[in-house]
């Protein structure tokens, strides 16, 4: 015989740049690219007359999950607890609306971030996933590059900020820049990304990545209303976007057909006094042909599994005895390390404003008393 | 006197100010960033691949003439050119030595014995009259890296060598399109960097389907239960997974690290309710309606919370008595043969049933035991799909023998390797690169050594992988892409780089100037009343002199 031996070499030379991406409509299936939903809900502020914000974002969170998306992927964070709130004369409920008709709280709210967990600095680990790793699943936004991700955050903000605790702000370059990172990773297909605070409209001016869509509630220089009080409660319930997107979305289910651009006319300016605007030249496809449920709902791609495999081989039965191994509870905490620990070695650190200010308010007052000709005779 | 002590002392507060001061508060507002190597940064980042598989063609006797197996072809380059958006491949045959062997059939039995090094194959030509092969096949591909070629008719004895190796080419170039890698392999792998409009939908599908490259899955295995008063279930899951999925796995183990584990949930229905089809009283459930059964079920299926990694869930669900049998109907009406369903980049859902052990007066509950090579038989072809080793169908003329007993043929397992390697190689690629710009346009996250350590390392990584790929050493081209990918996550994801250090300037400017105007007002005044002095001086002192 004769033999050859070939070397079937193959080159492969790309340059960094995007192409367009597929914009394929055949079939449902394949006509949003994406294999996965996620859910990010955002209340960004606290205390008691802020109850209307909690309000919003458990309204979106019960839509998201009626429609589909599980609790392993929504990351719902909120800032304050209203509904074990000292000042709520109905304990374990959030209302969403004026006599009591609908409890958002519900039985099986599961919030991830909750109180003082809720900072500026938790959003952005969570976005661009730089978390510690001892970070539990629940925590982390897992997405891939098939992801299509929903971001909903309310609160108090501002012409380019967004207040979060009453103690910081988030900017809206800040916010571009996280979207950019997860864009460089892929961390997501698509993402909407909605917001209801004053002056909304600026908190998306500087998004600079591709396949972004974005709604607030008013544009710079108005102000989001609230809905109305409740008596008997004593605060806002809601704020009046979210709680016409809550009507809007109470009658979308897992298999309607509506589309973006019915989204873009919830609260016209009658409703809602501000002016919702709307943010989508940075998305790769027609709002048209978006569903509503690419983003608040979870459909599943589904393929019948036409192939099976053979399998011959009975199943092992044990060989030789049962080894069962012996189970033992792992110590949760070295405590015997934590009892007889030494304490720390703490590094030196110069006196600091505060001891400095003191001296120096000291030994002022002792030289405008004595005066200074006397420092001889101390000295 | 007193001037011109005031002069000096506030000359020499504007120096200590200027000397000792600036560089001082410029040191101390510095933020530290090691240095990172951007060059080759920039070098990895045009990415040039080159991928060479060994392919030994043998040449049975029959095929080629005496005087012919003589001669030796030294170099035989030929350049084959690929386009993917404007860039293109290159694709060079290089013959490198012959060789000589008895008969077809002992040289079978000695290579399928031996192992052939992954990466590598070989191809035996066979005389056409040969009755190896049954009559319309061409080729068939074994279940090790090798395929036997029938040589076409036209190609009697009495040609020239040049000519029977220029015939040979582009046949045993399709064999390696289907059990190496091919264009389309390639290009679905670097999805991640170049979206291209794809030719057809199956490709979309191909791509959308399989899990993205991670260097570890978990696997979970669920028996869903509705009707614990009727059914008492056992499933010898154990075994089953050590016996049929582990060598799977075990062969899988140079691409990821997968965990296992299984539970049984009582009482989880379908969200779906299905319809009963009278005709052959049965229960169906259509194509359209499956697409909602997965959610309500998915709260309930948990999962590991310590790891990160993505997880497949393999869900076996016994319809309850009422809704006994339970067949899943296609698009057009007919029963689908497994009784399966999966997701792409979830899992897979089997209904089984078990209406046949009991019947109308049996005593509730009955006691069933699971055929789990039956079930697992279904769950082996979904997870195949699921980790991306099933490739489309191949080409008229072939024949592809049936995977072994892992469920993996060699030459499959050698595809995933290529195709996650370059996969690997240019997601690590984008990371750091994306990660350079990033710290690069962003001045004011502090860069640390150990992350400028990853960085490096990740970069060495890829390099080194970038070689072995051309070389053709496909496992260690695999590992080094697999470092490359962990260092270059590990810095691209490392929590201290986060950026919340943004100063707008008119920020900056409100910080700095309430303290150093005051401090340094004073200074300008009497540095300006000097100079303003000096020069009086010497404006007196002129006419003196005059």
């Known amino acids: 015989c004769v033999g050859i031996n070939l070397r079937y070499r193959f080159h492969v030379s790309?340059?960094?740049?995007?192409?367009?991406?597929?914009?394929?409509?055949?079939?449902?299936?394949?006509?949003?690219?994406?294999?996965?939903?996620?859910?990010?809900?955002?209340?960004?502020?606290?205390?008691?007359?802020?109850?209307?914000?909690?309000?919003?974002?458990?309204?979106?969170?019960?839509?998201?999950?009626?429609?589909?998306?599980?609790?392993?992927?929504?990351?719902?964070?909120?800032?304050?607890?209203?509904?074990?709130?000292?000042?709520?004369?109905?304990?374990?409920?959030?209302?969403?609306?004026?006599?009591?008709?609908?409890?958002?709280?519900?039985?099986?709210?599961?919030?991830?971030?909750?109180?003082?967990?809720?900072?500026?600095?938790?959003?952005?680990?969570?976005?661009?996933?730089?978390?510690?790793?001892?970070?539990?699943?629940?925590?982390?936004?897992?997405?891939?590059?098939?992801?299509?991700?929903?971001?909903?955050?309310?609160?108090?903000?501002?012409?380019?900020?967004?207040?979060?605790?009453?103690?910081?702000?988030?900017?809206?370059?800040?916010?571009?820049?996280?979207?950019?990172?997860?864009?460089?990773?892929?961390?997501?297909?698509?993402?909407?990304?909605?917001?209801?605070?004053?002056?909304?409209?600026?908190?998306?001016e500087r998004f600079y990545s591709p396949n972004l869509m974005a709604l607030a509630s008013s544009q710079v220089g108005e102000d989001s209303l609230s809905h109305q009080p409740d008596l008997a409660i004593g605060v806002h319930l809601m704020d009046r976007y979210t709680f016409y997107l809550l009507e809007f979305l109470e009658d979308i289910h897992p298999a309607s057909k509506t589309n973006m651009n019915d989204l873009f006319k919830v609260c016209p300016k009658s409703q809602c006094v501000s002016t919702p605007g709307h943010r989508t030249d940075l998305f790769l496809r027609d709002p048209g042909s978006v569903l509503i449920t690419d983003f608040f709902g979870s459909v599943r791609k589904v393929e019948l599994t036409m192939e099976t495999i053979n399998l011959t081989d009975p199943i092992d039965a044990e060989s030789g005895e049962l080894q069962k191994e012996m189970h033992t509870y792992a110590d949760q905490l070295p405590v015997s390390e934590i009892i007889h620990q030494k304490p720390k070695q703490k590094d030196w650190h110069p006196p600091d404003g505060f001891i400095l200010g003191l001296w120096t308010l000291i030994l002022l007052v002792f030289f405008q008393t004595y005066g200074v000709k006397h420092l001889k005779h101390i000295f | 006197l007193q001037s011109v002590r005031g002069q000096l002392a506030a000359l020499s507060i504007a120096a200590v100010v200027i000397i000792v001061g600036v560089p001082l508060w410029w040191r101390t507002t510095e933020t530290y960033r090691a240095w990172l190597p951007v060059s080759q940064i920039k070098?990895?980042?045009?990415?040039?691949?080159?991928?060479?598989?060994?392919?030994?063609?043998?040449?049975?006797?029959?095929?080629?003439?005496?005087?012919?197996?003589?001669?030796?072809?030294?170099?035989?380059?030929?350049?084959?050119?690929?386009?993917?958006?404007?860039?293109?491949?290159?694709?060079?045959l290089t013959p490198m030595r012959l060789s000589n062997s008895a008969s077809v059939e002992a040289d079978l039995s000695l290579h399928t014995l031996s192992e052939s090094p992954s990466g590598s194959l070989v191809v035996y030509v066979i005389p056409e009259s040969s009755s190896l092969l049954p009559q319309n096949v061409d080729v068939y591909i074994g279940q090790r890296r090798t395929a036997l070629l029938r040589i076409g008719s036209q190609m009697r004895v009495g040609k020239t060598l040049e000519q029977l190796l220029a015939h040979m080419e582009p046949r045993i170039k399709q064999v390696l399109h289907v059990m190496s890698f091919s264009h389309t392999d390639i290009t679905a792998a670097l999805s991640n960097r170049v979206r291209i409009s794809p030719g057809n939908k199956e490709s979309i599908a191909d791509s959308m389907r399989a899990f993205k490259s991670s260097p570890g899955y978990e696997i979970t295995f669920s028996l869903l239960n509705p009707d614990p008063k009727s059914h008492r279930l056992h499933w010898d899951i154990e075994g089953a997974v050590e016996t049929y999925i582990q060598p799977l796995l075990t062969k899988l183990s140079p691409v990821a690290n997968f965990s296992i584990d299984s539970q049984t949930l009582y009482y989880a229905m379908l969200g779906v309710?299905?319809?009963?089809?009278?005709?052959?009283?049965?229960?169906?459930?259509?194509?359209?309606?499956?697409?909602?059964?997965?959610?309500?079920?998915?709260?309930?299926?948990?999962?590991?919370?310590?790891?990160?990694?993505?997880?497949?869930?393999?869900?076996?669900?016994?319809?309850?008595?009422?809704?006994?049998?339970?067949?899943?109907?296609?698009?057009?009406?007919?029963?689908?043969?497994?009784?399966?369903?999966?997701?792409?980049?979830?899992?897979?859902?089997?209904?089984?049933?078990?209406?046949?052990?009991?019947?109308?007066?049996?005593?509730?509950?009955?006691?069933?035991?699971?055929?789990?090579?039956?079930?697992?038989?279904?769950?082996?072809?979904?997870?195949?799909?699921?980790?991306?080793?099933?490739?489309?169908?191949?080409?008229?003329?072939?024949?592809?023998?049936?995977?072994?007993?892992?469920?993996?043929?060699?030459?499959?397992?050698?595809?995933?390797?290529?195709?996650?390697?370059?996969?690997?190689?240019?997601?690590?690629?984008?990371?750091?690169?994306?990660?350079?710009?990033?710290?690069?346009?962003?001045?004011?996250?502090?860069?640390?050594?150990?992350?400028?350590?990853?960085?490096?390392?990740?970069?060495?990584?890829?390099?080194?992988?970038?070689?072995?790929?051309?070389?053709?050493?496909?496992?260690?081209?695999?590992?080094?892409?697999?470092?490359?990918?962990?260092?270059?996550?590990?810095?691209?994801?490392?929590?201290?780089?986060?950026?919340?250090?943004?100063?707008?300037?008119?920020?900056?400017?409100?910080?700095?100037?309430?303290?150093?105007?005051?401090?340094?007002?004073?200074?300008?005044?009497?540095?300006?009343?000097?100079?303003?002095?000096?020069?009086?001086?010497?404006?007196?002192?002129?006419?003196?002199?005059?």
């Open chain 2, 273 to 546: 309710n299905p319809r009963f089809d009278s005709s052959r009283s049965t229960y169906t459930l259509n194509a359209d309606s499956l697409a909602h059964v997965i959610n309500p079920v998915e709260a309930r299926l948990g999962s590991n919370a310590a790891s990160s990694n993505p997880v497949l869930n393999f869900l076996l669900y016994i319809p309850d008595a009422h809704h006994s049998p339970l067949y899943i109907h296609d698009h057009k009406k007919q029963q689908v043969p497994t009784n399966a369903f999966h997701s792409p980049r979830w899992g897979g859902i089997m209904v089984y049933n078990v209406n046949e052990f009991y019947e109308v007066d049996t005593v509730f509950p009955v006691d069933i035991n699971i055929d789990m090579a039956k079930v697992m038989g279904v769950f082996l072809a979904q997870l195949r799909l699921l980790l991306g080793v099933q490739s489309s169908t191949p080409p008229p003329g072939f024949l592809v023998a049936p995977c072994g007993n892992a469920g993996l043929a060699d030459w499959e397992l050698d595809r995933l390797m290529w195709s996650r390697s370059v996969e690997n190689i240019a997601t690590a690629t984008t990371t750091i690169t994306s990660l350079a710009q990033l710290l690069d346009q962003i001045g004011n996250i502090v860069i640390n050594d150990n992350i400028a350590q990853q960085v490096s390392s990740a970069v060495t990584s890829l390099q080194l992988a970038v070689s072995e790929l051309e070389a053709g050493n496909l496992g260690f081209a695999l590992q080094y892409s697999k470092e490359a990918i962990l260092s270059s996550e590990r810095a691209f994801f490392d929590p201290s780089l986060l950026h919340l250090l943004y100063f707008p300037d008119d920020q900056k400017f409100a910080i700095y100037i309430p303290l150093f105007l005051p401090m340094c007002v004073p200074i300008l005044l009497s540095l300006l009343k000097i100079v303003s002095e000096a020069r009086q001086k010497h404006r007196e002192k002129k006419p003196k002199k005059d």
């Open chain 2, 43 to 92: 070098e990895l980042a045009k990415l040039q691949l080159h991928l060479s598989a060994d392919v030994e063609v043998v040449f049975a006797r029959g095929t080629v003439t005496p005087e012919q197996q003589k001669k030796v072809p030294l170099t035989q380059t030929q350049n084959m050119e690929h386009r993917v958006d404007g860039d293109s491949f290159n694709a060079i």
């Open chain 1, 14 to 204: 790309l340059l960094c740049k995007l192409v367009s991406c597929f914009g394929d409509r055949a079939g449902q299936f394949f006509s949003s690219g994406h294999t996965n939903n996620w859910a990010v809900l955002v209340c960004t502020s606290r205390f008691w007359f802020n109850y209307r914000h909690v309000a919003n974002t458990l309204s979106v969170y019960r839509s998201v999950k009626r429609l589909g998306i599980p609790d392993s992927h929504i990351v719902l964070m909120l800032a304050d607890d209203m509904a074990c709130n000292h000042r709520n004369p109905k304990p374990a409920t959030v209302f969403s609306h004026k006599n009591m008709e609908l409890n958002v709280y519900g039985d099986d709210v599961e919030v991830d971030y909750r109180g003082y967990e809720v900072t500026v600095e938790n959003f952005l680990r969570i976005l661009t996933g730089r978390l510690p790793p001892s970070t539990p699943r629940s925590k982390r936004l897992l997405s891939d590059d098939r992801s299509n991700i929903l971001i909903y955050l309310t609160g108090h903000g501002g012409n380019g900020f967004l207040k979060f605790q009453d103690s910081e702000e988030i900017s809206n370059v800040e916010l571009a820049d996280a979207f950019e990172q997860m864009w460089q990773k892929r961390r997501y297909n698509e993402l909407l990304f909605i917001i209801d605070t004053c002056q909304g409209a600026s908190m998306y």
